[in-house]
């Protein structure tokens, strides 16, 4: 008989980085949080998980579509590339995962199992899929929507904890409306997370890069599609690493306070204020999508009522929590940090700023100037677009983001790091700047 144990389920812990001390009068309070989840153990009694078999994680199903339309066919070796990235993704699933492979077009088909079912991974049957790669060929359409839909009725028909999606796609959403593919993001989000790659650079940032935050996954650009099989195994190895799903931060203000906005800045920088589900009386959850052993950062910003010098309250208390399907009460994960304001007549203390906070607001700058430099360089504005790359040229410097300096300075020629002078580059390979916008996002952690 099996020796059955409880699962490596992550504990999870919270901290909080903060000026508490605001001048008399004052209301903006900024914190950045820091979510950890590390293995080993359960994460309390209020988390009923099932049980699985020693060196088993948790039930998962995996959904990978592959965009085979006809633009896959130039250069042939495209299509070659992105059967053995599939080939070698399915390789990397761990017995009993569920998974199924779709061909997508201007319509979704079923590659392997077939007939609206999922395989269950073990040696049979991930040769099984890779043998039914070899049907996969370049012909047809673009639309992604109809890929995401099929992917969400396989992901769904099993009775698991994670559900994931991989998705490749070499082209642009030509064959429906942006209307049809916003609706299926909107009716898949919070159902399966999905992570999104653009293969060569004839493909549209925005459209991949939206499907990824949608559905709070990761975007990425393969320029060269030899790096497709790497890239993939590295995506199927994070995905099984994954040990809880529907993670949501809860955020509970007092009456008075208002929610300026929730962003997560690290890994990379995700706006949350929008997708806040309301949850009881003054609190509301933000979703984070399905952890493993990692960390990540947000940053959350909150308005309180206006104070006098020597008066002190809590501003936001944050928690970790699974909302539970139709309502019911969702499980706490045990783990919650606290935002303070303290009014005071100490200038010092009211006018510094935390190091985390000023960190993180200039990586979320970083951010925004990287993608309108490039929208101005896009539209001809060039004196524009050399004021926006020079002072994320600037930013980059500063913090310590080498990567993305280094994306920048093939964009750009660097004159002064310091003080943000550079030049525009007068010829870009279109590969550079796609990989510059795509990972404009990234982000740096804060040296404690």
């Not at 017995?95 to 201007?106: E, N, P, R, W």
């Not at 790669?133 to 359409?141: K, V």
């Not at 806040?276 to 959350?300: C, I, K, V």
């Not at 919650?336 to 007549?345: H, I, K, N």
């Amino acid at each position: 008989m099996a020796n059955f144990s409880k699962p490596n389920v992550p504990q999870f812990s919270v901290d909080v980085y903060q000026n508490a001390y605001l001048p008399d009068g004052g209301r903006e309070v900024n914190a950045i949080v820091t979510v950890t989840a590390t293995g080993g153990g359960t994460i309390g009694s209020a988390v009923t998980s099932p049980v699985y078999a020693p060196g088993h994680g948790p039930s998962a199903a995996v959904a990978i579509m592959v965009d085979c339309s006809g633009s896959m066919d130039y250069p042939p070796t495209k299509m070659r590339n992105a059967r053995d990235a599939t080939a070698a993704a399915i390789d990397t699933l761990r017995d009993g995962v569920h998974f199924a492979v779709i061909d997508g077009t201007h319509v979704a088909k079923e590659v392997y199992p077939g007939g609206g079912r999922l395989a269950v991974a073990d040696a049979g049957t991930r040769e099984q899929a890779k043998q039914a790669l070899r049907r996969l060929s370049a012909g047809g359409g673009t639309a992604i929507g109809t890929w995401l839909r099929l992917a969400d009725r396989l992901l769904s028909s099993a009775d698991v904890a994670i559900r994931h999606g991989i998705l490749l796609t070499d082209g642009r959403n030509e064959h429906e409306s942006p209307e049809d593919l916003r609706a299926a993001l909107d009716d898949c989000a919070g159902r399966f997370t999905c992570d999104a790659r653009g293969v060569g650079t004839d493909w549209e940032v925005k459209e991949v890069t939206g499907i990824a935050s949608a559905l709070l996954g990761s975007a990425d650009i393969v320029a060269d599609p030899t790096g497709l099989a790497a890239d993939f195994t590295r995506m199927m190895e994070t995905a099984m690493g994954k040990e809880v799903a529907d993670v949501a931060l809860r955020v509970w203000t007092p009456v008075g306070t208002t929610i300026r906005f929730v962003k997560q800045v690290a890994p990379t920088v995700e706006e949350l204020t929008g997708r806040r589900a309301e949850a009881g009386p003054r609190a509301g959850d933000y979703p984070t999508g399905s952890w493993g052993d990692e960390s990540r950062d947000y940053h959350l910003c909150v308005e309180v009522p206006a104070a006098g010098i020597g008066q002190e309250m809590l501003a936001a208390r944050v928690s970790l929590v699974v909302p539970q399907p139709g309502g019911g009460a969702a499980q706490n994960l045990g783990a919650q940090g606290l935002v303070r304001a303290v009014w005071t007549d100490d200038m010092t203390a009211s006018t510094s700023i935390n190091p985390q906070v000023a960190h993180y607001t200039g990586q979320a700058e970083l951010a925004q100037v990287i993608q309108q430099g490039i929208d101005l360089r896009k539209a001809g504005d060039f004196d524009g677009a050399t004021a926006k790359l020079g002072r994320a040229v600037q930013l980059a410097s500063a913090s310590g983001n080498a990567d993305t300096a280094k994306l920048l300075a093939k964009v750009v020629d660097v004159v002064d790091a310091a003080t943000g002078t550079v030049r525009l580059k007068t010829k870009v390979a279109e590969a550079d700047e796609m990989t510059l916008e795509t990972r404009s996002t990234k982000t740096v952690r804060v040296k404690k």
